[in-house]
């Protein structure tokens, strides 16, 4: 995860951006959305600034958003591998990957999921892990790759939690029904 690459070239040569899900004991799913091209719609093959060319899903299943459809800017993906056979433990998880072009300076930036404004992962039991703004990468083309993106793992910005209640919470802090303290 921290050996992750978050910069490129502009053309001539283009890219695979994967898509990544690391720092987490298990995963098997993945909720997240896209920018790049100032998150203009139209951008996706309009041979300015950043362009995806195509998508390649390398997990189980995936829910691609419709309105702007995946993979255009501003555009989401719920993506699940089979959580018995295909959980991915003990690794980073390849959701997929982006072919792409630059033919200016861009970034592309992982987001929340527009149909539900959120970014998540889950793990193999299903539990879900709202993921920070922190957590989201960046990948940035310029001229002579001179400019870095933002890996979440090189940066020591692990976002992780404990799923848990608001009972549970109150159970740790004393505040459960019938254990209230004197005020």
């Given at each position: 995860?921290?050996?992750?690459?978050?910069?490129?070239?502009?053309?001539?040569?283009?890219?695979?951006?994967?898509?990544?899900?690391?720092?987490?004991?298990?995963?098997?799913?993945?909720?997240?959305?896209?920018?790049?091209?100032?998150?203009?719609?139209?951008?996706?093959?309009?041979?300015?600034?950043?362009?995806?060319?195509?998508?390649?899903?390398?997990?189980?299943?995936?829910?691609?958003?419709?309105?702007?459809?995946?993979?255009?800017?501003?555009?989401?993906?719920?993506?699940?591998?089979?959580?018995?056979?295909?959980?991915?433990?003990?690794?980073?998880?390849?959701?997929g990957y982006f072919y792409v072009g630059a033919?200016?300076?861009?970034?592309?930036?992982?987001?929340?999921?527009?149909?539900?404004?959120?970014?998540?992962?889950?793990?193999?039991?299903?539990?879900?892990?709202?993921?920070?703004?922190?957590?989201?990468?960046?990948?940035?083309?310029?001229?002579?790759?001179?400019?870095?993106?933002?890996?979440?793992?090189?940066?020591?910005?692990?976002?992780?939690?404990?799923?848990?209640?608001?009972?549970?919470?109150?159970?740790?802090?004393?505040?459960?029904?019938?254990?209230?303290?004197?005020?």
């Open positions: 995860c921290r050996d992750a690459v978050t910069r490129g070239s502009l053309l001539p040569g283009p890219y695979f951006v994967y898509l990544l899900a690391g720092q987490f004991a298990e995963i098997a799913g993945l909720e997240c959305g896209i920018t790049y091209d100032d998150g203009a719609p139209s951008g996706l093959n309009d041979h300015d600034r950043l362009d995806v060319y195509s998508w390649s899903l390398c997990a189980t299943l995936e829910f691609p958003g419709s309105d702007p459809a995946w993979p255009a800017p501003g555009s989401g993906n719920l993506i699940t591998w089979d959580s018995i056979n295909l959980c991915q433990a003990g690794t980073v998880a390849v959701a033919y200016g300076p861009d970034e592309m930036r992982l987001t929340v999921r527009p149909a539900s404004g959120e970014a998540k992962v889950a793990n193999c039991g299903s539990a879900e892990t709202p993921l920070a703004p922190e957590a989201l990468g960046t990948a940035v083309f310029s001229a002579g790759a001179a400019v870095e993106g933002y890996n979440p793992c090189d940066r020591g910005t692990a976002v992780s939690a404990v799923p848990t209640s608001w009972s549970r919470i109150k159970m740790l802090t004393g505040q459960a029904k019938g254990d209230r303290k004197s005020r």
